[in-house]
């Protein structure tokens, strides 16, 4: 009897090991805003206290040509979701306050399209809780809530950029958008520093859904202005001054907000399965928030390697890859990468530009994820393919740079090598060519605001 005992609590034991083995993992994409390319201690920096990226970077694979699909925080985050790049259903402008009426769109009516599906609600197909903490900046409106763009959970504010502390009598709200909202319309404001609030959200949403698998993007706002910062926080770093100053501790209570992610997952025996991913929304604004986007040239808004060449970090438990990988990656890879970790098959999903980056960052696809990437807003654009970068200018000539040799972009090969521009050119014209128009040019009093300027310039006396 103890004999069959034994052996019925040995099966019992081995099929919930089994059952713990095979569970879907869990997900984690973490995003920071506007920070400086090596404005953390994995990227090389002195200045900066990163230690919780760094243990994840020295755990994980550090993505060395990783890049976002849009050089502003909005269209990044909209290709992001989508694993598409944000001009094909025309989000190639930022939806922020008073910018887009200088287009004839009112403000709320941008945001990322409806028909459009996001990565939750890719990941909800699997069986996937989702959940989003922090920025959203996708659509001010209720239609484009989070909540109703896949995610089963939101806490965060809808707008852009807001306020680290909680908004009061000495603090006034100037949008509403800037409200924290946990779910649908109930608003509090928190009573401690936002990215720590943010922090404690994520470990009460693990916590929840711990049972479960789980997809959560917490998509902090931190190091996006305003520059606030805890005073202790500002104390660690008495060799800075003004906004660098500032920076550096908001980047150590971003940091920090991490670390207590990373612990808490351990904690609850969850670090072993579940997948993290670190990366940037563009490059850091080196005047707006005095980031450091070394070696690269350029900043946040522009096409050069600055404004979309970003941090990244990958940890997968239960595969082994290389501490590095130097292949160009996409946030567009976000997707289905997450889609095929969480058992999907990404022959299911339609119209994608992003690829799954499993085999290539196993080398059992030794070939590049992508041979060519693009960049586009209004009538500037960029080509990286293969290690060839062409940047078109509206008012001066395009500039050609050889990544191989030179990541900075200081010596311009365009006079040089006329062949490769012109290539260059057709390959960009042509990926052009799929893309929708502007959704801020649908509008046709937009049509009727130009005729109107067109008649005032008409009457304007000629000096």
Partial sequence: MKRLISITFLCLLSGFIHAQKTKPQNIIIILSDDAGYADFGFQGSNVMKTPALDRLAKKGTVCTQAYVAGAVCGPSRAALLTGRYQQR???????????????????????LPLEEKTIADHMKTLGYTTGIIGKWHMGNTDRFHPLKRGFDFFYGFRGGARSYWGFNAKNPNPREENNMERNFKNYEEPDEYLTDAFAQETIDFISKNKNEPFFLFLSYNAVHAPMHAKKEDLALFPELEGKRKKLAAMTWAMDRACGRVFDHLKKEGLADNTVIIYTNDNGGPTDGNSS????????????????????????????KFDKEYTHPISTLDLLPLCYTIGGGNTSDLEGIDGVNLLPYLSEQNKAKPHQTLYWKKENRGAIRHDDWKLIRYPDRPAELYDLSKDISET?????????????????????????????????????????ERIDQYKQEPIH
Avoid at 96 to 111: A, K, S, T
């Fill in 411 to 451: 010596n311009n090969l365009a006079s040089e090598h006329p062949e490769i521009v012109k290539d260059l050119y057709k390959r960009l014209f042509e990926w052009e060519t799929t893309l929708a128009r502007p959704r801020w040019q649908l509008k046709r009093k937009y049509e009727k605001a130009a005729m």
């Fill in 292 to 319: 450091d986007n070394s070696p690269l040239s350029g900043t946040k808004a522009s096409h050069l390697e600055g404004g979309v060449r970003v941090p990244f970090i990958i940890k997968v438990p239960g595969q």
């Fill in 89 to 111: 259903f025309g989000f190639e402008e930022n939806n922020v306050p008073g910018y887009m009426q200088n287009y004839c769109l009112e403000d709320d009516e941008m945001g």
